[in-house]
């Protein structure tokens, strides 16, 4: 008898045998050298770094992680499309609306004024978050997707000419591929990728071809830091250094690293950064493009309207420098001040804590995974760096059927392809199942995970 909550597709994701040629795993940026995350080691690992044991303390200060789904406790592996949010950030929201809530500058009443002092000081609050060296480096957007879609729009248009390359990845979300497939279609450029290696993407990328890709012509290379599909963790800082070299613009996709490990782009030496609130406690609908302040200031807008001119005459206008210039109308002043209150959450754990809490779940969840029949895993192979995400196919069930599946067992899963379709294509897939952790998981809920997993299997297959 068929399952009543089944949503069955009629294209399955077909097994490829795993392929075990991989290359070393690009280390962990920003921890310290004697980190067992920053080691290579092809060999799987018995023995994990612990995490902080007050780290399951922090469960508490999410309301939302104390309930039941279908009648079992909620276990949420769905942080790689969003995480929750503490109580220190939801009171942040709730304290601006309640006592401040006022449009920011240029206001000369009391209100107006706290507003624009609680806005501004989340965004050197946010500065201070990923080093950056001045506030107004900061612009506030409302997530990744439009972070990233400022610099294609606004730089492209001022620097790309026919023949110019840009340069970007095989594992790159949707967000950080489309925008740069548009630039480029308009500039007549040429947009190729970096591949990736092995049948399952175990390798990463393919570093040796920079030597042929990342030449003189490339004027941007955008690139991930974390995969939100393979969990790879890419050396930022050698991609940045071998751009600059031939005089490349870099463009960092933070959107799953940011709150996960420490980030400090004067180290990385990257020209621009983008990353959204939603996926380190802080609320939706805010994000922020960090630009390095002399081509902020020589971008042009993207966006015109009112806050971001100096003068308007029925014949045109000027514009203020950075930020301001790229913030027309009335900013997000809550949710700027919210994601102040996450930065404040998150560095009171650590984040070298959470990035070492990511590698120890990570690595429990492939060891345990690994020993349920039939799946196959993508990505980094065990005991080599990934974030702190798992994504797996079974041979004769859709991802969709697992997640729904999975759901009566309490688990928030995701399926599908991720925003990652040419990758999945590429990888012989149509979709993956995702379990995606951050500091408040624990060992526990992987049991529960691998127990699901067990069932749907047997339920599937027999």
Known sequence: MRHPRLARHAQRPQRRPH????????????????????????????????????????RADFPIL??????????????????????????????YYERDNSNVHRGLHALSMRATDAYEGARTRIAKFINAADPAEIIFTRGTTESINLVAHSWARAHLKPGDVILTTEMEHHSNLVPWQQAAKAAGATLRYIP????DAEGGLNLAALDTLLTPAV???????????????????LLCRRARAVGAVTVIDAAQSIGHAPIDVQALDCDFLAFSGHKMCGPTGIGVLYGRRALLDKLAPD?????????????????????????????????????????????????DVIAAH????????????????????????????RGGLVGFAFADVHAH???????????????????????????????????????YNTEQEIDVLVGSLHRIQKFFVG
Not at 27 to 36: A, E, F, G, N, V
Not at 196 to 199: F, K, P, R
Not at 333 to 339: N, R, S
């Open 66 to 95: 104390h309930q039941q789904v279908n009648g079992k406790p909620l276990v949420y592996f769905d942080n790689g499309a969003t995480s929750q949010k503490p109580r220190s950030v939801i009171d942040a929201l709730v304290h």
């Open 19 to 58: 392929h075990r040629d991989h290359r070393d795993a690009q280390r962990l940026i920003q921890l310290p050298s004697d980190s067992t995350l920053a080691r290579v080691n092809p060999k799987p690992e018995t023995s994990y770094p612990k995490p902080r044991p007050a780290l399951g303390a922090t």
């Open 196 to 199: 990736v290696l092995g049948a």
């Open 219 to 237: 004027k941007l290379f955008a690139f991930t830091h974390i995969s939100n599909t393979l969990g790879t963790i890419n050396d930022a800082a």
């Open 401 to 439: 059927d697992v997640v729904t599946f999975a759901d009566e067992d309490g688990l928030a899963l995701r399926g599908g392809h991720h925003c990652n379709q040419p990758l999945m294509r590429k990888l012989g897939l149509t979709s993956t199942t995702r379990a995606s952790f951050y500091f």
């Open 303 to 351: 966006e015109t309207g009112g806050g971001m001119v100096v003068t308007v005459t029925y014949e045109g206008a000027t514009w203020k420098p950075a930020p301001e210039r790229h913030e027309a109308g009335t900013p997000n002043v809550a949710d700027a001040i919210a994601l102040g209150a996450a930065c404040d959450y998150i560095d009171s754990i650590g984040r």
């Open 358 to 385: 990511d590698h120890h779940l990570g690595q429990v969840a492939m060891e345990k995974l690994s020993a349920v029949p039939g799946i196959r895993i993508i990505g980094p192979r065990a005991g080599q760096p």
